[in-house]
C-alpha cells in the first residue's frame, strides 16, 4: 500500500463549473477525512467518514459541496457551480479509529478557480 | 472553542542551531495535542503527540511537552538540520468530536547550511 492517494493533483477550472476530486485512503482504514487548506492557513476540518457512513460536516461545506463513500473505500468530493473562494488546497486523510490515533494524508488536490 | 496559536513565521535557521515554535492553546479539558509536519511536496505527517498533562512528545529529535499550567505545547529540537525544513502544525480535536483536529496556522521553517 502506498498511502493515501488523491487525484487530481491539481485541476485548474472556470468558475461556475462543478469539480470532483477522488480520494483512495489506506486499505484498512475505516475513517476517512476532508480537509481544505488556503495559502498560509492550516489545515480546515470539512467532513468525514466512518465506512460509508457520513458521520460530521462542518458549516464550511455549504450545499455546493457533497462528498460520498460508496462502497467504504475511496471518496469523492464535489463542488457544483465554483466560486473563485473556492481555489485552495483539498486534502483528503484516513484512519484506523478515531483521528487522534494517527491519520495519514494524501498530498492533496489544488483547485484554482479562473 | 478549542483553538491553537502558533508562532508566525517564517523560520530561518542555521543547521545545527536550536528550534524552538511556540504553540498555546485553548481548551476544554484535556485534549490531546499534536504537532504536524509538511515537508515540500508532500502530504501532512504526525511528528508527535501528547495524551495528557506532562506527557512530553518526541520523535526525529524533536520535543514537545504539554503544559497545563501555561497551555502550551512547545516544539523544540536541539540541533536542526536542512532536512527538517518544512511547515510545522500545532493541533488539537475539537471540543465536540476526537475525530475533528484544528490546526494551526502552520510555522515555516527553512535551514540554511
Known amino acids: 500500500d502506498t498511502g493515501v492517494s488523491q487525484n487530481p493533483r491539481h485541476k485548474i477550472t472556470k468558475r461556475g463549473q462543478n469539480v470532483t476530486f477522488r480520494c483512495d485512503p489506506i486499505?484498512?482504514?475505516?475513517?476517512l477525512y476532508w480537509y481544505r487548506q488556503t495559502l498560509g492557513q492550516g489545515p480546515e476540518f470539512l467532513t468525514y467518514?466512518?465506512?460509508?457512513?457520513?458521520?460530521?460536516k462542518s458549516r464550511l461545506l455549504s450545499d455546493r459541496f457533497s462528498a460520498e463513500r460508496p462502497k467504504g473505500s475511496f471518496s469523492t468530493l464535489e463542488i457544483q457551480r465554483t466560486e473563485q473562494g473556492d481555489s485552495a488546497m483539498y486534502l483528503c486523510a484516513s484512519s484506523q479509529g478515531q483521528m487522534n490515533t494517527e491519520a495519514f494524508f494524501g498530498q492533496g488536490t489544488r483547485l484554482t478557480v479562473v | 472553542g478549542n483553538s491553537v496559536t502558533q508562532m508566525e513565521g517564517p523560520v530561518t535557521l542555521s543547521e545545527e542551531a536550536f528550534l524552538t515554535i511556540n504553540c498555546t492553546y485553548t481548551?476544554?479539558?484535556?485534549?490531546?495535542l499534536f504537532w504536524y509536519v509538511q515537508y515540500p511536496g508532500e502530504g501532512l505527517q504526525l511528528l508527535l503527540k501528547a495524551t495528557k498533562a506532562d506527557d512530553k512528545g518526541s520523535n526525529k529529535g524533536f520535543e514537545a511537552t504539554y503544559r497545563k499550567e501555561t497551555t502550551s505545547f512547545h516544539l523544540e529540537k536541539g540541533s536542526v538540520q536542512v532536512s527538517d525544513s518544512a511547515v510545522y502544525f500545532c493541533a488539537l480535536p475539537s471540543e465536540t468530536s476526537y475525530d475533528k483536529v484544528i490546526f494551526g496556522p502552520g510555522t515555516s521553517l527553512s535551514v540554511i547550511p
Open positions: 486499505s484498512e482504514h475505516n475513517r
Open positions: 481548551a476544554t479539558g484535556y485534549p490531546s
Open positions: 467518514f466512518q465506512n460509508e457512513a457520513q458521520l460530521e
